[in-house]
């Protein structure tokens, strides 16, 4: 494993940038930006009985400076500081959609960009039925702008299949509930 030399800090604020010295197992020193700002926890809320999915759409500025459109994510945000990554989850879920999750199917945890950050994103699936509908969702203030969409599963199962979910969290998670819940994709 390698050995943490050094940690210079370049930037703190939403996110802390650090230059970072490594001695390497070969003993090579190496030197890294890294990008710290926490762990996240995400959830696809699905209805089995209608067979659809409760995604949102909002804002990413890297995404736009890349020239591309808004798409559809699962409910996702930090985990709050002594919060646990479920209950993150079900935080995310009733601030951004409106339902109240009662459970959630753990999918596992991922390394959001391991090149470049600290970020871990814990990944869940959660059932919904139409009385889970607590809220209006929609954001946890007004500088987050969330739209909600209902998609069917079977969509996301055929965008998966072509590629279009431009969401890794998605598409993991699309891929993860197939293989769960065949019976749910026709």
Known sequence: MAEVLGIEPVYRGWSRFSLVRFRLNDGAEVERCVEDHGDAACVLPYDPQRR??????????PVT???EAEFPEPPAGLIDDGESPEACAIREAEEETGLKLRSLEAVG????SPGSTTERSWLYLAQY?????????GGADEAEIV????????ELADRA??????DLKLAV??????RRRPELFP
């Open 109 to 112: 945890r991922f390394w959001s």
């Open 161 to 166: 299949d072509r590629g279009e979910l431009h």
């Open 52 to 61: 659809m999915a409760l995604l949102v759409r909002q804002f990413r500025a």
């Open 129 to 137: 039925a139409s009385a889970d509908r607590t809220g209006e969702g």
């Open 147 to 154: 739209e909600m969409l209902e998609l069917p599963l079977a």
């Open 173 to 178: 998670l699309v891929l993860a509930l197939m």
């Open 65 to 67: 400076l890349r020239g």
